[in-house]
């Protein structure tokens, strides 16, 4: 009876040992499979987060091009005696809102499913976190701001200026002679203009100053892609 119950007791560890060790595996398993689905969304970030910077670059690289057609349509003599081809392009690079369009699909997936949460390096995670839910936010609401000033800025544009009838945009119609005198001399579309500009030069203070946190966030995450190698 004693080597029944040493037999039995033996068989009931082997069993209970066997369940501990599949669960052990299982639990390794789940982890590496988490590690890794997190490994390659970091590396889908980071490359998400690269494109975003080449975005923010072409914008600074347009800003000077930019500026120079809001001068030009402040500028009474310049709008007066200028050809109408110089005119429209003023007038259309003037009139348009102007944004980057930032990719947040990488960040939100991994956030909807809490995947963010699983980053064991608090300074990394918090970063990500800071340069989505923050710095991001405060570009996308001043383009936002932007885009609605140029909204009422149309509603002026339709209400006191003659747009030409074979534009296929919001054109003005050049050839009649108080094109030109409405450019100039309707003080409410000038201080829009003049507000416009003003927006813009925001915006580039913001991309110029979010450029360096970028930076420092690729940078970390090709440490953490190299430390992590699939």
Same mark, same amino acid.
């Not at 390794?28 to 910077?53: G, M, P, V, W, Y």
């Not at 080449?54 to 402040?74: G, P, V």
């Not at 081809?85 to 939100?108: C, G, V």
């Not at 409405?182 to 507000?195: L, V």
């Given at each position: 009876?004693?080597? *029944?119950?040493? &037999?039995?007791? $033996?068989?009931?560890?082997? #069993?209970? *040992?066997? @369940?501990?060790?599949?669960?052990? @595996?299982?639990?390794?398993?789940?982890? &590496?499979?988490?590690?890794? !689905?997190?490994?390659?969304?970091?590396?889908?970030?980071?490359?998400? $987060?690269?494109?975003?910077?080449?975005?923010?670059? &072409?914008?600074?690289?347009?800003?000077?091009?930019?500026?120079?057609?809001?001068?030009?349509?402040?500028?009474?003599?310049?709008?007066?005696?200028?050809?109408?081809?110089?005119?429209?392009?003023?007038?259309? !690079?003037?009139?348009? /809102?102007?944004? @980057?369009?930032? %990719?947040?699909?990488?960040?939100?997936?991994?956030?909807?499913?809490?995947?963010?949460?699983? $980053?064991?390096?608090? !300074?990394?995670?918090?970063?990500?976190?800071?340069?989505?839910?923050? &710095?991001?936010?405060?570009?996308?609401?001043?383009?936002?701001?932007?885009?609605?000033?140029?909204?009422?800025?149309?509603? #002026?544009?339709?209400?006191?200026?003659?747009?030409?009838?074979?534009? #296929?945009?919001?054109?003005?119609?050049?050839?009649?002679?108080?094109?030109?005198?409405?450019?100039?001399?309707?003080?409410?579309?000038?201080?829009?203009?003049?507000?416009?500009?003003?927006?813009? $030069? @925001?915006?580039?203070?913001?991309?110029?100053?979010?450029?360096? /946190? #970028?930076? %420092?966030?690729?940078?970390?995450?090709?440490?953490?892609?190299?430390?992590? /190698?699939?």
């Amino acid at each position: 009876m004693k080597n *029944l119950l040493t &037999r039995g007791g $033996i068989e009931f560890l082997a #069993v209970l *040992l066997g @369940i501990s060790a599949s669960l052990w @595996i299982e639990n390794n398993k789940t982890e &590496r499979e988490l590690q890794s !689905q997190l490994n390659q969304s970091l590396k889908a970030l980071k490359l998400s $987060i690269i494109e975003d910077k080449k975005a923010m670059n &072409r914008f600074l690289n347009n800003h000077e091009a930019l500026m120079s057609h809001f001068d030009f349509i402040q500028d009474e003599d310049s709008v007066k005696e200028s050809s109408n081809q110089r005119l429209k392009k003023a007038f259309e !690079q003037t009139t348009i /809102p102007r944004s @980057i369009n930032l %990719d947040y699909t990488i960040f939100s997936s991994m956030e909807s499913s809490g995947l963010i949460y699983k $980053i064991k390096d608090d !300074q990394l995670r918090n970063k990500i976190l800071k340069l989505y839910q923050s &710095r991001y936010n405060s570009l996308i609401e001043i383009f936002d701001y932007d885009l609605e000033n140029v909204k009422k800025m149309d509603d #002026v544009i339709i209400n006191n200026f003659i747009i030409s009838k074979e534009s #296929v945009m919001w054109n003005l119609d050049y050839d009649n002679p108080s094109t030109r005198t409405d450019i100039t001399e309707n003080q409410i579309f000038q201080n829009y203009m003049a507000g416009n500009k003003s927006t813009r $030069i @925001i915006m580039v203070s913001l991309i110029r100053n979010l450029i360096s /946190p #970028v930076d %420092d966030l690729i940078s970390d995450l090709e440490k953490w892609e190299s430390n992590h /190698p699939q």
